[in-house]
């Protein structure tokens, strides 16, 4: 086997770890080099003549061997020709290295021990030759590692080569030159819009296997991640998605003709291909096929264009049941990424659901054999209507199962025998209490293991993108460390809308605890929460009021004490809770809106209204407008109270003011503020709202599949005085309705809003069979099972939904009791100081910028100026507050992965290598000059 082939080979193996802590995983697009060759890329991947990769370490990456726990450090000083003991030997190839710096691996075998160590060479492109090959030389030559070139960067980015290029590396520079400026400034900024590639990807959690691997395919996705493509794409998908509203069937005064909604949801689908040509351009058709959501949507796409097309050639809608699946496309766009993950949650929670619904069925079916046997029908009575067949058993305690039909359904058994009810309560006790309580507690365990698996692979991955980006700011004069002028540059990228101070201020956080002049990889870790700060400066904390004349100072400072005194906020508590007990009890006296009110007279209501403004008028006079509409609490006040006033002046000029008026007990809300537990829940509430809007999100797009698929199903079929001669008769006579329950028939599913109103009282569960059986009575036996499957469905998702309240409200809690909130107030802001003599250097080092002349000249009153930084108080904070044990524990946890890897591929190499002499390197320097180097066996 030739040195080729064992590389192929190992390197298929290598080619699944895809998620490596120190190597950078790219494709590679280089032409192939031949049968058998091996290609060596820029970015410390080996790749075969198939595309498959193995990443080699980068100066300085930890890789350890088996022969002890030491690994590369980089030293250059290890000689080319150390001789081993007579068991001993070693063989060595070149291996071009990461972006700018290849390596000499160097194999050693010893009986049972291995080991592998990557020394420095120039950047060379290297191909293995054949011996027979008439240029080959039995001498070896030495090769040296080639001095610094300046301020060129350590490795250059994907996106700085082209795929086709026949040298797959070039040198920058002549070797022993110094680079030129327009040179180092296009390397930097390629570096630059590459390392912030690498933060966008560890901040959206996607997989560096779609990272750009070369200067073509970055246009496309520079485009396809652009706000202005990204608005275009969601404004596609929801046109398709609202076309529903629109097409027949629907709302007759909606109705648009076909000629119209066809050519809109053409070009709607054409410009979604388009997006997604554009993402298989970067991405590579093989990996789109393979990624199971951009098929899903190809396939969608590809039948709904030609579904649209028929539609435009016949002039006419047909049976469209495809239609329901137009959500995926607005569930891909990039402003849903919550929701995504949201439902990646509920499908990694479905397993130990389906165990419990398993469990649940099973005891339906004993029940079910069991409620035939002792109350259908037999030689001697007629039995329970409930009970006539097996399947009609299934159907009604599957209905009991949500106390839809109880007692509806035991009484005709419990008429018979009063035993029965034996039957029934042990089925409600067994199913409804112990069984769907212990599939929400089954769920709200793996919710919650997911939850912080979630977080720790997010956490992990983040640090991965840290990584990849770190190793494309260094130089390599200084390949350990990030000066500000490249991490200036990358945050242009990464932030756009950051301003010259604001990278200031990162950087200096970053800074913090450390001596050091530039960022070191475990200072760059923490750049995700650098740019998250919002910087303000820091002034004199000096009322407004102060530079006044000394009576309205005075008087505006008593008016600040007064506004901030207990006394004061307990006053107008009191003022709240009593204006709300006033209303309350005059609504309950009322016989109907339009009667007098005696209690809450309109100069009662004036008064309150007038205590309220009088309330805003002193704070804002104590506190300041700045101040003022600082608290969301103080702006809520301002609206109601506005109404309010707007409420009186409308009723003093004879127009109702109905609409305004009810807004008044919403003022009951500030009650909140007075317990602590009305605080914890509410602040529950506030963190758990851009979550609770994926969830809404989910049940929205669930409603609507169910909701066309409801339309195409049942929009012919008419409700009115159907489902004669049985249990739900009464619920659609319209002959008849001196009940008031003859209204059924609107239950109908005529249009997608209608069948939206159906489907929620559906989920509600209050009497969802009788709809269920009036359409089964119309359409067939077997639409239940449209409306069976519907109530699982959101079961699952309302269940997921109460598991995922649950853990966020206890995590609150677990929170408050393990940390104190001068903690955290430390932890969500920060104050930093900025020097005069600081500013002045990092201005020397913007190369003829902007710079900050004119800031230091305006702002430096003194040697510094202070900024304090405020991050929101987001559930991903508070859990890197509550899980900071943890997160080291992870740290060590993926760090030994790393090293099993690093072991494992470091074996697989020492196993594929032979040691067959007769080959030998060929390398091609930057002068075109091509060197021989002779692959020798030391012994």
């Not at 246009?219 to 794409?233: E, G, K, T």
């Not at 605890?513 to 995700?528: A, G, I, P, T």
Request: with cysteine.
């Amino acid at each position: 086997m030739t040195d080729a082939q064992s590389i192929d080979n190992m390197l298929r193996r290598r080619h699944s770890d895809e998620d490596s802590l120190v190597t950078h995983e790219e494709h590679s697009t280089e032409p192939d080099p031949g049968p058998g060759g091996t290609r060596y890329n820029r970015s410390n991947s080996l790749l075969d003549s198939s595309g498959l990769l193995s990443s080699y370490p980068d100066n300085g990456s930890y890789h350890p061997n088996t022969a002890g726990e030491q690994g590369w450090t980089g030293d250059e000083s290890q000689s080319a020709g150390t001789a081993g003991n007579s068991d001993k030997h070693s063989d060595r190839a070149t291996v071009h290295g990461g972006n700018g710096s290849d390596h000499l691996v160097q194999t050693e075998m010893d009986g049972n021990r291995n080991s592998v160590s990557y020394l420095p060479v120039p950047e060379t492109s290297v191909r293995i030759v054949s011996s027979a090959d008439p240029a080959s030389s039995s001498s070896s030559t030495s090769i040296s590692r080639v001095s610094s070139v300046g301020d060129l960067p350590l490795q250059t980015g994907n996106t700085g080569r082209r795929g086709r290029d026949e040298q797959i590396c070039k040198e920058l520079v002549n070797t022993g030159d110094s680079p030129s400026e327009d040179i180092s400034k296009k390397t930097w900024e390629i570096n630059y819009r590459e390392a912030a590639i690498f933060l966008d990807e560890g901040n959206n959690n996607d997989k560096f296997l779609h990272h750009p691997r070369n200067k073509e395919a970055l246009p496309a996705y520079l485009l396809v991640h652009s706000r202005w493509f990204n608005a275009i794409d969601f404004m596609a998908s929801l046109i398709i998605v609202l076309l529903g509203l629109f097409e027949e069937p629907c709302i007759p005064s909606l109705m648009v003709p076909v000629p119209i909604h066809g050519s809109i949801e053409l070009c709607s689908l054409v410009l979604l291909s388009l997006q997604m040509m554009m993402k298989t351009r970067w991405i590579g058709l093989r990996s789109c096929v393979k990624h199971k959501r951009t098929l899903i949507k190809s396939t969608s796409l590809i039948i709904m264009i030609l579904e649209a097309v028929v539609v435009l050639v016949r002039q006419k809608n047909h049976f469209r049941i495809t239609r329901a699946l137009r959500p995926i496309f607005l569930l891909d766009t990039s402003l849903c990424g919550g929701t995504r993950r949201f439902i990646r949650q509920i499908l990694q929670s479905v397993p130990p659901i389906l165990d419990m619904m398993g469990l649940l069925l099973f005891v339906m079916l004993i029940y079910s054999v069991l409620g035939f046997y002792l109350f259908g029908p037999s030689d001697f009575k007629a039995g329970s209507p409930y009970f006539t067949t097996f399947v009609d058993s299934f159907i009604n305690l599957f209905v009991l199962l949500t106390t839809a039909n109880y007692p509806d359904v035991m009484m005709p058994s419990y008429a018979d025998n009063p035993f029965s009810a034996i039957f029934f309560i042990s089925y409600l006790a067994i199913v409804l209490y112990f069984l769907m309580n212990l599939m929400l507690a089954v769920v709200y365990d793996a919710f919650t293991t997911i939850e912080i698996g979630k977080f720790k692979k997010l956490f992990i991955h983040k640090r991965k993108a840290c990584q990849h980006a770190f190793k494309l700011l260094v130089t390599k004069d200084n390949p350990s460390g990030v000066s500000f002028r490249n991490f200036s540059g990358m945050i242009a990228h990464f932030c756009p809308g950051s301003s010259q101070l604001d990278r200031i201020l990162m950087y200096k956080i970053l800074l913090a605890d450390s001596n050091r002049e530039n960022l070191c990889v475990e200072d760059f870790y923490k750049v995700y929460d650098a740019v998250q700060y919002r910087w303000r400066l820091v002034e004199p904390d000096v009322p407004y009021y102060e530079h006044c004349r000394t009576p309205f100072s005075v008087i505006f400072g008593g008016i600040r004490v007064l506004v901030k005194s207990k006394a004061f906020e307990f006053t107008i508590y009191m003022l709240i809770f009593t204006n709300g007990v006033l209303l309350i009890l005059q609504t309950y006296l009322l016989r109907s809106p339009s009667d007098q009110q005696d209690i809450y007279a309109s100069w009662v209501s004036f008064i309150f209204i007038g205590a309220y403004t009088v309330e805003f008028i002193l704070k804002l006079i104590g506190l300041g407008p700045s101040a003022y509409f600082k608290s969301l609490w103080n702006v809520f006040d301002f609206i109601v109270t506005l109404c309010g006033l707007l409420s009186v002046a409308l009723t003093e000029l004879n127009i109702p003011a109905f609409y305004i008026v009810i807004l008044r007990p919403i003022r009951l809300l500030r009650l909140f503020k007075m317990k602590k537990r009305f605080r914890d829940v509410f602040g529950t509430f506030v963190i758990l709202l851009p979550r609770l809007n994926s969830a809404v999100i989910v049940l929205v797009f669930v409603y609507y599949f169910y909701g066309i698929i409801g339309v195409e199903l049942f929009h012919n079929y008419e409700l009115k005085n159907c489902c004669k001669n049985t249990t739900v008769e009464p619920y659609y006579n319209t002959d008849d309705n001196s009940s008031g329950i003859g209204y059924y028939y609107l239950n109908n599913f005529n249009s997608l809003p209608a069948a939206g109103v159906t489907l929620f009282e559906l989920t509600v569960v209050n009497n969802w069979f009788i709809i269920m059986e009036g359409f089964a009575a119309v359409s067939g036996y077997w639409s239940r099972i449209y409306f069976m499957s519907f109530y699982l469905f959101t079961m699952v998702v309302m269940t997921i939904v109460v598991a995922f309240i649950l853990e966020a409200f206890l995590f609150r809690i677990q929170y408050k009791q393990t940390m104190n909130k001068e903690e955290e107030l430390r932890t969500l802001s920060v104050s930093l100081k900025i020097y005069r003599e600081e500013m002045i250097r990092l201005d020397e080092m913007m190369d003829g910028g902007r710079g900050f002349k004119d800031y230091i000249n305006n702002e430096f009153q003194g040697d510094s100026v202070e900024f304090t930084g405020y991050k929101r108080r987001t559930k991903e904070e508070l859990q890197k507050l509550m899980y900071r044990k943890e997160m080291d524990q992870w740290l060590e946890e993926a760090q030994e992965e790393e090293r099993r890897r690093a072991e494992d591929f470091q074996q697989s190499v020492l196993t594929n290598l032979t040691l067959d002499s007769g080959h030998r390197i060929q390398v091609n320097d930057s002068d075109s000059e091509d060197l021989t180097l002779n692959r020798e066996i030391i012994s």
